[in-house]
């Protein structure tokens, strides 16, 4: 566990988003008219590529944000930040880069509707038997995270909260959050989709003032703390532990891990709320992958970490979600602690609502049944309830191996299909000819 999450994984993300980052990256951000026209040209467009960016958001703005990254700093230190940084700035063009092939390879069932996700990718990727079975393998983890990263973790975090501020019982808590979110997933028909436009931006913008008004109020703090994360960053280096220690530290281990886990670039799960926008072009729906992770890791992580590092609170204990809920309190006063603990709320419950779209898609590419909605509602209520009442400890754990698992997967195929994400990266923001519309086919049931 340790050598993969600890040396494999950190080396194969940033290695893999590196290469894309020089072939993609510097073409993509020497063409800023382009980038601009992606991101506020065509209306239609606009609306249809927001909405699978709001679905993909939800996924990511989960307790990766908050707890996620107070367990990083403490575990890892402050250089847990600065990794989470670099992680996320290589991994945003693998983000662009898996949502790229997955909007070129999905498929559309018999009534029309898109289908899309890593599994597909993985599936044409690696031909034969063995592509068939590693793009299954990769659906039954995702499924698995469904249940843990997106149902498991969340409620557990949603009900720490709720407890731990209005003293609500953790078991109502889950009972809530299950059968709101299997109600939603259960009706299908784009409902996920109409509850993320609402949620997301809602709880981006509080969580964004709430994290603001402390740093403003801290401001005096912030050179420490931006010095703390360099400091802590380097450590092993410093203190002659050699390349070895370096790769094997705390600070890359959980840096890297939970930022993976927050804006899962490279894992390949966002790109199956991304396959259902309709965009003149690949490329174009895999730039708003870039802002994803912006917006997640970048902007959000980064405001939790500086709070708790300019709050003064202890880094001690088993951290989660009451240690940035402590730090918040300990500069905003009385305020904070409901404002947070709604902020966590929403942001749980998007991601439940989000991680059982991929669980459908998952179970629907599975077993080709349009019914797989129905399957999923029993086990979103399981998740929320066993999350609310248990301690998921060893279930992060678990998940970030399987993270690192389908990230493998997920990478391997992308470098296998490097070619034809540069071509159609250069096709777009080059002008050597028009862009590549994926074929239309049909899954059969």
Known sequence: MALLSGVILPIFLMGAGLWFFIRCGFLIFLHPRRLY?????????RKSALGALTVALAGTLGVGNIAGVATAILLGGPGAVFWMWVSASLAMLLKYAEILLAMRTKAYDAAGSPHGGAMYYIKESIRGKAGGGLAALFAVLCLFCAFTLGGVIQSSAAAEAMAGVFRLPPLAVGLGMGFAAALIVGKGGGQVERACNLLVPFVCLLFTVAALAVLILRRELLPAAFSAIFKGAFQPLS???GV??????????????RGLVSNEAGCGTAPIAHAAAKTESPAAQGVWGILEVFVDTILL??????VILV??????????????VDAFAAVLGGIAPPVLALSVLLFAFATVLCWSHYGVECLYYL??????G???MPLVL????????????????LTDLVVALMAVLNITALLIQRRAVVAETKRYFGGTGAATAPQKQHICQ
Do not use: D, N, Q
């Open 37 to 45: 026209a992606t991101l506020f040209g065509e209306p239609g467009e």
């Open 239 to 241: 203190a002659g532990a």
């Open 244 to 257: 070895l220690g370096f790769l094997t530290s705390k600070a890359l281990r959980y840096g890297v891990a």
């Open 301 to 306: 992580c980064t405001l939790t970490a500086l």
């Open 311 to 324: 709050s003064g609170v202890p880094l001690a204990g088993e951290g989660g979600v009451m240690l940035a």
């Open 367 to 372: 077993t080709g049944k349009p019914r797989a």
């Open 374 to 376: 129905k399957w999923m």
């Open 382 to 397: 399981a998740a929320s309830v066993v999350g609310a009442v248990t301690a998921p400890a060893l279930l992060w754990e």
